[in-house]
């Protein structure tokens, strides 16, 4: 899987936009970026994924470059509950049978919300 | 309900003593895992299961050994405990549609070993 780079930390006022950067520049043709997040003391909680469309959901959304190099997760209006560790993760699309083998995480970026 | 559910949330015990942490997940997925959360926060994969196959980390010490009674139950088995074992242990779950594989993850028991 490719290696993604996230920047440690961010701060962000409630109720803007949080824009959280993720490079992933060896990414291939097959692999997806998927991304999860971890609340303080929490199992991590799946946000969104997507393969070269931008992608929209009820938490979040998800825009990667034509080139697909680098893509953003964008959390439209944060609120105090969103602050946590946002981890971007690549990962190969999953055949038949497969996608048995874990995920691999970063160090993630520590979104703080500030109110 | 719970989708994966893991018990208990927190243990506490002596260095050397065999331990079990138990998982379940309501979700009718094929693939388990336990992964490793340390002090420093990392995220590690342990173990992958399914009905046909096991796939461990190699980094992972053979005092550790997952064991399946059925598809919807990963338990994790942990002999002689070391103090280096204090971690947060997560179980998850998934199953793989159309090339995805999304993974949902327990609360997370907590291990301190003293």
């Known amino acids: 899987d490719a290696k993604t780079t996230q920047p440690p930390s961010m701060d962000c006022a409630e109720g803007r936009a949080a824009n959280l950067p993720c490079n992933h520049s060896?990414?291939?043709?097959?692999?997806?970026v998927y991304w999860y997040r971890q609340i303080h003391s929490q199992g991590p909680q799946y946000i969104i994924h997507?393969?070269?469309n931008n992608e929209t959901n009820e938490m979040a959304s998800l825009i990667i470059t034509e080139d697909r190099k680098s893509s953003t997760l964008i959390l439209p209006h944060a609120t105090l509950r969103d602050t946590a560790v946002y981890y971007c993760?690549?990962?190969?699309?999953?055949?038949?049978?497969?996608?048995?083998?874990?995920?691999?995480f970063g160090k993630g970026t520590h979104l703080i919300i500030q109110p | 309900d719970t989708a994966v559910s893991q018990t208990p949330k927190y243990l506490v015990t002596q260095m050397g003593n065999d331990k079990s942490i138990k998982c379940e997940q309501n979700?009718?997925?094929?693939?388990m895992y336990w992964y490793k959360q340390d002090s420093k926060k990392f995220l590690k994969i342990m173990f992958s299961?399914?009905?046909?196959?096991?796939?461990i980390n190699e980094t992972v010490p053979n005092r550790f050994s997952p064991k399946s009674p059925d598809k919807a139950h990963l338990n994790l088995h942990i002999n002689s405990l070391e103090l280096g074992d204090s971690a947060v242990y997560f179980c998850?779950?998934?199953?793989?549609?159309?090339?995805?594989?999304?993974?949902?993850f327990g609360a997370g028991t907590r291990l301190s070993v003293l």
């Open positions: 998850a779950s998934s199953q793989p549609r159309q090339g995805i594989v999304i993974q949902y």
């Open positions: 993760i690549v990962r190969v699309r999953a055949y038949s049978g497969g996608g048995a083998d874990g995920l691999t």
């Open positions: 299961y399914n009905n046909k196959e096991l796939i």
């Open positions: 979700l009718g997925h094929d693939t």
């Open positions: 060896t990414i291939s043709g097959n692999e997806y």
């Open positions: 997507g393969l070269k």
